[in-house]
């Protein structure tokens, strides 16, 4: 009896120590990072972390773009400033607010998408020249530079 009772103690991890968690969504996140059979993790994975594909038109081609935010990186133009614009004002992402009324104008045919995680929830977004996400779609220029 001591036995199994022994082999039993420490087969659950404690909370807050590698125990994983489901999120809202479905999703799963661990507390801490792993170690990995090649050694231990070493750095923390990015907060933002944005893969961006931006047509202007809906002729034109695609510009690709990713920013990383804390550590700031990425293949845009002044990563810590676009991490800055992005984290001020309002959200690029999640659901618009209820009882708004969005405007007919549609500004062009230009499209982008948005794919990877901010601030730990994952993403993908699309966002069009006009409608309801035209505030979205000035602030992603902004961010972008």
């Known amino acids: 009896m001591c036995a199994l009772l022994a082999a039993a103690c420490g087969s659950t991890a404690a909370p ?6 489901t999120r809202p969504g479905g999703g ?3 507390s801490e990072p792993s ?3 090649s ?3 070493t750095a923390a994975a990015a907060k933002i972390s944005l893969s961006v594909s931006i047509s202007a038109t809906a002729t034109s081609p695609a510009a690709h773009y990713t920013l990383r ?3 700031a990186g990425g293949t845009v133009s002044d990563p810590a400033a676009a ?3 992005l984290l001020a004002g309002a959200s690029l992402f999640g659901p618009l607010p209820a009882h708004v009324a969005c405007p007919a104008i549609m500004v062009n045919a230009g499209r982008a998408t948005l794919t990877g995680t901010f601030l730990g929830a994952p993403v993908h977004e699309t ?3 006009g409608g309801c996400d035209i505030g979205r779609w000035a602030k992603l220029k902004q961010v972008l530079g």
């Not at 807050?16 to 968690?21: E, I, W």
Request: aromatic share 0%; proline share 8%.
């Open 69 to 71: 935010c804390d550590p």
């Open 127 to 129: 966002i069009v020249a």
């Open 39 to 41: 050694g231990p993790v």
């Open 35 to 37: 170690a990995s059979s």
């Open 83 to 85: 991490c800055a614009r």
């Open 28 to 30: 799963h996140s661990t």
């Open 16 to 21: 807050g120590h590698g125990s994983s968690s």
